[in-house]
Structure formats: structure tokens, C-alpha cells
């Protein structure tokens, strides 16, 4: 088994100090480890604290346009981890943002401002009202895999990731409709999700899988350790991961 790439990095751009290193150091520690493609995940505009400013949009892409003529042995990609804005189904990137990526991955994060206030209601109240009344957890899953159906529906969303960190999802569900429109989700070797248990929900379905370190340093891209864990544990196929060959 080699891992191919990891599908999931931040760099300086995650403002704030939330993440260390340039695109070129991230890239170097990429190649010394070996790896093929790396997909560069700053976090979207709308995250308050660590989001990407809206006008480094153009210079990151040309940025990551120079590496790649620079180095042959390497595919660099320009993604973004959008934010969920909306429970109606929006996230945090524009049209002419979008156009600039090479791939869009969206997650639930804390740190956003809700487009609506039935968004804020469900992630700011019902949401950590139902860890402690364990009754609500299907209906808060229930509002969350609705959101997430609705945004692979509409955006080209290549990953979500860490499924079920932040919010409860109906994992099974959210693999069905990721299954049809071609959407992997993310197995983070820096969170718990997806969990064994999420992981075997979805192998209920042909969904496929993606694996990211969520590196915030140089020196932890490519390290999978521990998403490769639950890989093993699990019985996931390799044909089923979309950055893994025999």
C-alpha cells in the first residue's frame, strides 16, 4: 500500500498564526516524504479567526502556478476548506473563488458567522444543547446531513471533511448522496472523524474515502498515521481510498 498524496494542509494563509509555514515549505516537506500530490486546504474566507483573505484568492494561485513549474515530481493542487455558512445548503466561497481552485473541500467549523439565524439556532444552540440531551442527537443529525446533501448537490465539493467532527451526521446517508455525485469523504488522521464506527457506516455504501494529515506544520504533511489506523481496523478497501494504490 502507498499513499499517494495527502488531501488535506494548511499553510500561513489560515491567518491568525493558526497554521505554520509557506506553500513552498509545505511543498519541500511533501517531497522529502516522498509524496505525489498535495492538495493545499487554507481555511475558507468566512472563518472569522483563521479564514484566507478574499484578496490572496489570486496571489496563492499563482504562487502554487510557479511550484509547479518548478518541480516535476510534484503536483501541487489549490483547494480551499470552505465553511458551512448555511444549513440551507451555502458555504463561504464565491463563484470567481471557486473558479480558481483546483478542488473545493468543506467542513463544519466553529469560528463562522451564520448566514441566517435557523443556521445559528441549529450549530450555536440545538447543536451543544443535544451533547448533553442525547435525545436531540438525531434531530441535530438529521438539520447537519440535510445541509451537507444540499451543498454536494450544488457546489463541486471533492471532500468533506472530517464528517461528524463538530456536528453529529447521519453518516450512512451523507455516503449515499456523496456516493452519487462523486464526493469522498475524509478519514482526518488529526481528528477522530470519521470515527471506526462512521467508517463503517459508510462502507454500507460505495462511497469513497479520502485521507488528509490536516497538517498545520511543514513537518506533519504526510503524516497518516493514525487515519491509516482506522483504515486497517476497519477492512476499507485500498480501491476505495482515493489517494491509495497497492
Not at 67 to 77: K, P, R, T, V, W
Not at 121 to 143: D, E, G, M, T
Amino acid at each position: 500500500m502507498k499513499v499517494l498524496s495527502d488531501n488535506h494542509m494548511h499553510t500561513e494563509y489560515s491567518r491568525n498564526g493558526h497554521a505554520k509555514g509557506t506553500i513552498r515549505e509545505v511543498v519541500m516537506a511533501a517531497r522529502n516524504k516522498g509524496l505525489k500530490q498535495i492538495l493545499i486546504t487554507d481555511h475558507g474566507p468566512g472563518h472569522i479567526a483563521f479564514g484566507v483573505r478574499r484578496d490572496k484568492f489570486k496571489e496563492i494561485r499563482e504562487e502554487i502556478d510557479r511550484l509547479n513549474e518548478e518541480f516535476d515530481d510534484i503536483n501541487i493542487l489549490m483547494g480551499c476548506e470552505s465553511n458551512v455558512t448555511s444549513f440551507n445548503g451555502e458555504i463561504d466561497l464565491r463563484d470567481e473563488e471557486i473558479a480558481m481552485l483546483d478542488r473545493v473541500s468543506v467542513g463544519f467549523h466553529y469560528g463562522i458567522i451564520p448566514d441566517d439565524f435557523y443556521s445559528f439556532w441549529v450549530f450555536f444552540i440545538l447543536n451543544p444543547i443535544s451533547k448533553i440531551l442525547r435525545f436531540l442527537k438525531p434531530l441535530v443529525a438529521k438539520h447537519s446531513t440535510k445541509c451537507l446533501i444540499n451543498i454536494v448537490n450544488k457546489y463541486p465539493i471533492y471532500i468533506i471533511t472530517h464528517p461528524g467532527s463538530k456536528i453529529n451526521v447521519d453518516t450512512e446517508k451523507l455516503a449515499r448522496a456523496c456516493e452519487e455525485k462523486g464526493t469522498a469523504l475524509e478519514i482526518n488522521s488529526s481528528h477522530s472523524c470519521l470515527t471506526e464506527e462512521g467508517i463503517i457506516e459508510a462502507l454500507k455504501t460505495n462511497v469513497m474515502f479520502s485521507i488528509g494529515s490536516d497538517a498545520h506544520r511543514p513537518e506533519n504533511v504526510g503524516d497518516l498515521t493514525n487515519a491509516l489506523e482506522r483504515i486497517k481496523n476497519t477492512g476499507v478497501p485500498k480501491d476505495r481510498i482515493i489517494n491509495i494504490v497497492e
